[in-house]
């Protein structure tokens, strides 16, 4: 193992990590600050991955486009394309209750991945489409990989600091509201499906982002990558696990998921090598535990939502502790 | 809470890092496979036809001088995510010369465009069937096994033509496998060939009834069914329906459909008029000797696509050798040894193939899967005939080009 074999290794992992923290910060303004269970987080993922593919790849026969844009606009569009998306379906499924909502956003993603899967005409079918270009893709190996790093860096940057700014305001306030008692939310006024529908169109849009960016960093996009193990469940821990409500935990909880994730296959490797085939689902088996431990020992998750506003837990007659 | 994980992540890092530093003189490969996840199934397989092929160089003499081929087992799990994760660990971490696998075709395209091209290492994969897989931007280091799904159905196009065969309606699952021989089919009877396809449509699988679908089928006057579809699911129930109602007079299936369940249900006496397009090959003396050392390590030669991932791992071994360890001649020297010229090299050939590579003569790999030569692409064509269904089973009528 080389030195640079160590720095591309850790640059590839940032650079997941960061696609992944995308997606979850997403899933947190949904969750954390609104309350919406939303579990086709693989869909807005596809629909962004797909949009960004057609509108900057060269022209193809056989389907859509491409366009042959600036990666710039590929992102831009699947921000767009992923909202648009998300605003149908959230007026239709954001007047179920939260359990109900989950059940309704597994189908779409599910309904989503179908389409994609058989309309050749729209994304090439099953076959998906590849020679996406990557931002200074034609540069080396290493230094490819760490222009795409800063770029993605920028970006999750830039989107932390925009969706923080947004809960310190008044409106990160009053979803924090909608989310923890509706009936008073409403009572003052407020109009509580708008807003439901606000937190759910953000958040698919920085899903929908999180999806291009992964599929110029693989120059490919395929159905396949549309798993929902991969694409929705393992975002849903990194939240849980980095706890939910809070922008920082969105990302550490990206982090510490993916190299636990990707770390341990080299760990596990160092078995016997008889249990090369077996060894490989030690690592499912540990990330079951370790949502299993977090939701046990620390359901707020490893940073927890910060307490905003009057925090005075004293009043008169009531013991604080 | 937070650094006690961090500290366990840090923790499986130095772990790694200590492990992996007593690197001996080993010459390591990745085999990249969907271990977890969908084809979970047929992985394990896969990856002990690789570690076949690894274990027989080692047998004989090992690869350069002396030294061990080691094969790094990675879970592609049949996605792009996994699959690049799997590749960047394969070659940055454990430093691999070449790779075989990922098995699934988004995972290859994932792993070829964000690690292996741009790391220049070469990469063959035993079942990545994507036509896409062939328009890669590649620099020539991205090989396949088996044929891509667009051959089978060009080919079948062709010979169908040549049979002499007019109009045909056309029936195909809508899985991948399916759509993707229908849309090959379509584009070179009716685009290159000029035949007339009246009906194109995609059926759902399990269904009781579909007399529907094949009334609308052969609305257009065609007088032959093509079907590609399983013989022994859903493409057996479209034939017997298709015979019993009389719907069309001939019948042409793509590979899934050569199956035994059709015989066995249908009758031989029904299905005169029925043909299937197939691999052949499939009596080959490669495959033999592959069938029986698989068989000697416990493993069953009939698991799909054991062949091609053995002739994948062995041809790995070949080329590696041939470019003398060298990462950067590994994709040139992968074409060299299986191009149609040069002493025939059989599975398990090792030490013949080290004697004639280290005497500088040309050897040609003929594998279990078939012949390989590769062509510009990194891809092989396959080797397909069309069968009839004879008194003792199925027979071939043509070879397919």
């Keep these: ?321 | 809470m937070k650094t006690k994980f961090l500290t366990l992540a840090a923790g499986l890092m130095t772990a790694t890092a200590l492990a992996t530093v007593p690197a001996k003189a080993d010459v390591k490969i990745g085999l990249l496979g969907g271990i977890s996840g969908p084809i979970a199934a047929m992985a394990p397989a896969m990856v002990d036809a690789a570690q076949l092929a690894l274990q027989q160089v080692n047998e004989q003499g090992g690869i350069g001088a002396n030294e061990k081929l080691v094969g790094v087992v990675g879970d592609s799990a049949c996605n792009p995510q996994n699959g690049t994760d799997a590749a960047t660990k394969a070659v940055n971490i454990e430093g691999v010369t070449g790779i075989v696998g990922p098995h699934c075709s988004g995972a290859v395209l994932a792993a070829a465009g964000s690690v292996t091209i741009p790391a220049g290492i070469t990469l063959i994969t035993p079942s990545g069937t994507s036509p896409e897989i062939s328009n890669l931007e590649d620099k020539g280091t991205v090989f396949r096994t088996v044929p891509s799904d667009d051959y089978q159905g060009r080919a079948l196009a062709r010979t169908m033509k040549d049979q002499g065969y007019g109009k045909v309606a056309v029936a195909y699952l809508n899985n991948d496998y399916g759509t993707g021989l229908a849309g090959a089919f379509k584009a070179e009877y009716v685009d290159e060939l000029g035949g007339e396809i009246t009906q194109f449509a995609a059926h759902e699988e399990g269904k009781a009834s579909y007399r529907s679908n094949l009334a609308e089928l052969a609305k257009g006057g065609a007088d032959t069914l093509v079907i590609f579809d399983y013989g022994d699911g859903t493409g057996l129930t479209i034939l017997r329906q298709a015979l019993e109602n009389d719907f069309f007079d001939k019948f042409v299936g793509g590979d899934g459909m050569k199956s035994d369940a059709v015989i066995n249900e249908l009758g031989a006496e029904n299905l005169a008029s029925f043909v299937a397009s197939s691999p052949v090959g499939e009596k080959s003396e490669s495959l033999d000797m592959f069938n029986a050392a698989f068989k000697g390590v416990g493993g069953d030669p009939d698991a799909i696509f054991a062949n091609t991932s053995y002739d994948a791992a062995f041809l790995m071994a070949l080329a590696i050798e041939k470019a003398g360890g060298k990462k950067e001649g590994v994709a040139a020297a992968m074409v060299e040894v299986s191009n149609g010229e040069g002493d025939a090299i059989r599975p398990g050939e090792w030490k013949k193939a080290k004697e004639l590579i280290a005497a500088g003569t040309a050897i040609d790999y003929k594998g279990a899967a078939g012949d390989h030569n590769f062509d510009a692409k990194g891809d092989v064509p396959g080797t397909y005939a069309l069968w009839e269904v004879g008194s003792d089973g199925y027979e071939v009528i043509t070879e397919m080009k």
């Design chain 1, 1 to 321: 193992m080389e030195f640079l074999g160590l720095v591309n290794y850790a640059l590839f992992m940032a650079i997941f990590i960061g696609i992944y923290a995308l997606l979850a910060l997403g899933l947190n303004i949904q969750w954390g600050f609104a309350g919406l269970f939303n579990a086709g987080i693989a869909g807005f993922f596809a629909v962004g991955a797909y949009t960004s593919a057609i509108l900057t790849t060269p022209a193809a026969d056989g389907r859509i486009g491409g366009f042959d844009q600036n990666f710039v606009v590929g992102w831009i569009g699947a921000m767009l394309a992923a909202a648009l998306v998300a605003w149908p379906i959230g007026k239709i499924c954001l007047r179920f209750r939260s359990d109900y909502l989950a059940i309704a956003s597994i189908g779409i993603a599910e309904i989503i991945r179908l389409v994609i899967k058989s309309e050749p005409a729209l994304t090439n079918g099953a076959r998906g489409i590849s020679n996406i270009p990557r931002p200074f893709g034609d540069l080396g190996y290493t230094e490819s990989q760490v222009a795409y790093l800063i770029i993605v860096l920028v970006v999750l940057i830039a989107a932390y600091f925009l969706v923080e700014r947004q809960f310190n305001a008044p409106w990160g306030r009053m979803m924090r509201a909608i989310r923890d008692n509706e009936g008073a939310a409403k009572a003052m006024g407020k109009d509580v499906e708008f807003r439901r529908l606000e937190a759910f169109i953000f958040g698919s849009a920085l899903m929908g982002l999180g999806g291009a960016i992964f599929a110029h960093f693989n120059r490919s996009i395929t159905p396949e990558a549309i798993d929902p193990m991969v694409a929705t469940f393992l975002v849903w821990i990194m939240l849980i696990l980095g706890g939910s409500g809070n922008n920082r935990g969105a990302i550490l909880g990206a982090a510490v998921v993916w190299i636990i994730w990707s770390v341990s296959e080299i760990a596990t490797d160092r078995l016997p090598h008889e249990y090369a085939v077996q060894a490989k689902y030690i690592r499912l088996f540990l990330i079951g535990l370790m949502l299993q431990l977090v939701l046990r020992f620390r359901p707020e998750g490893l940073l927890p939502e910060p307490l905003r506003g009057d925090q005075r837990t004293t009043k008169p007659g009531v013991d604080p502790n």
